[in-house]
């Protein structure tokens, strides 16, 4: 039987973290076997905001697609490609800005935020909505693009992305009304199950907070961060008993990272007072250094052959654009373009 084709893409921050492994990037190697994945960096979308610091972007870029396959996103079963290199999204953004009403745009509560948080990095309180560049406005309506492109039925997001999901199934509702066809799926989201990483301070994990430990970091570079690791801050000395429910950081990594019984035993000797936070941070960090020796290892052999990860993304860009040609041809009979 025919797999059906799921989409899913990260805009381009660079080298990924901790909490893009265990959110995102497990979920889509284990979906690879599914699903046919096309999965791609969206630098289209990052210039939406960083539009003025484009300096680092190419780099970034291939750092996102580097940790990928680092992770094991395989492209022998996925298409891995930058969004900007398939010029048929780009077709598809504009006939659906067309058809789609600015009111549907303007309550999207994700865009809201992303307004909000750039207001107030400009140091502007006000309530009104500010200046909001027409790139901006468009960014669920490339998302849309970029879903409807591949034909996409599943897509795997985060609970933020939804309100964006939602408007990609009304604008592919309304193109299938306006122009009297069945060509477009109303794609489906598929929630990850995400054991919300913090970071090392508690606060959500972040490149732009400082707080985050990346895939690619190195053994001393992670042991460093981990240390710096909030415990239980009730807990004055090593000897005293201490409480692994309270512990803000070190134990909700312990739980994620390390196995059942290595939990088990610390939160014994946690609570009997028989382990200082010093040395279970030390004992963390060589945990979190194990799980990620091997990806670290084949993401450094990928960073000695660079063109051979560019001939991947070459290959992937291509695959992605036929696939959306399929589709474009019939979208501009539809709106007889
Ligand atoms: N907006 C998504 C995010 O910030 C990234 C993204 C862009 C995306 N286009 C997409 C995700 C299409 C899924 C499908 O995480
Ligand atoms: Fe947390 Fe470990 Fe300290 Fe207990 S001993 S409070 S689990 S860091």
Not at 44 to 66: F, G, I, P, S
Not at 106 to 120: A, C, F, G, H, Y
Not at 126 to 150: C, H, V
Request: charged fraction near 30%; charge should be neutral; include cysteine.
């Amino acid at each position: 039987m025919q797999k059906v084709n799921l989409v899913s893409g990260m805009r381009s921050t660079g080298k990924l973290h901790l909490g893009h492994y265990m959110g995102v990037l497990t979920n889509w190697v284990k979906l690879q076997d599914e699903f046919n994945c096309f999965y791609f960096v969206a630098d289209w979308h990052a210039l939406t905001t960083k539009y003025d610091k484009t300096e680092n972007l190419r780099q970034d870029k291939l750092d996102v697609v580097l940790d990928w396959l680092a992770c094991g996103i395989d492209p022998e079963k996925s298409t891995v490609y930058f969004q900007s290199k398939v010029l048929q999204i780009a077709e598809l953004h504009i006939l659906l800005s067309m058809i789609t009403p600015n009111n549907w745009i303007e309550r999207d509560p994700t865009l809201k935020d992303m307004v909000k948080i750039i207001k107030s990095k400009d140091g502007d309180t006000t309530e009104n909505i500010p200046q909001l560049n027409y790139g901006l406005l468009g960014y669920p309506i490339l998302m849309s693009a970029d879903i409807m492109a591949m034909n996409g039925a599943v897509v795997p997001v985060g609970v933020d992305q939804l309100a964006h999901l939602e408007i990609t199934r009304d604008i592919a509702r309304r193109f299938n009304n306006i122009y009297n066809t069945k060509l477009f799926n109303e794609p489906m989201p598929k929630l990850t199950q995400i054991p919300l990483l913090c970071g090392v301070d508690g606060q959500k994990m972040g490149k732009s907070f400082n707080n985050d430990i990346k895939i690619s970091d190195d053994e001393p570079t992670t042991s460093k961060k981990i240390m710096q690791c909030i415990t239980d801050r009730s807990r004055a000395r090593k000897d005293d008993p201490g409480h692994p429910d309270k512990c803000e950081v070190a134990f909700k990594y312990y739980q994620i990272f390390a196995d059942d019984e290595t939990v088990h035993q610390v939160e014994t000797e946690c609570k009997a007072g028989k382990r200082g936070c010093a040395d279970c941070k030390r004992q963390l960090g060589c945990i979190i250094n194990e799980k990620f020796a091997p990806i670290r290892e084949k993401r450094k052999e990928l960073e000695k052959d660079i063109d051979k990860v560019y001939d991947i993304v070459n290959h992937g860009n291509k695959k992605a654009a036929e696939e959306a040609e399929k589709i474009m041809k019939k979208v501009r009979d539809a709106v007889n373009i």
